[in-house]
């Protein structure tokens, strides 16, 4: 189901940048970390021996994902609150930049 989303992400940020909407950047970028989840997924459940300590590296990327998720979700909401100079893209993909290389460090301090 999530490839489905990813895709529909997609295609609808190549249809809002083709139109001027710089929000579609916000939608590639969703899109492309849903279908990076995704491959991610087929890769360790098509039958072949999974990574080792696979569970404990899942989740621990899907907890800081949801954590990311509820930061930006409260970000965009407020975004009132915030200075106008701050475009509102940015308000999406502030929380993404910040949290994703944190989830990449406990992830590969997790695989040693």
Known sequence: MLFVF???FILWGIFALYQGNTMGTVMLIFGGVGLYSVYKDFINYRGKKPEKKHRLL??????IDAY?????AVFV???AALPTSIPPFVHWL???LILTPISFYWIRKQKK
């Open 77 to 79: 909401v407020n975004a």
């Open 94 to 96: 502030l929380p993404t």
């Open 68 to 72: 990311t998720a509820t930061i930006t």
């Open 58 to 63: 899942t989740h621990i990327g899907r907890m």
């Open 6 to 8: 990813a895709d529909i």
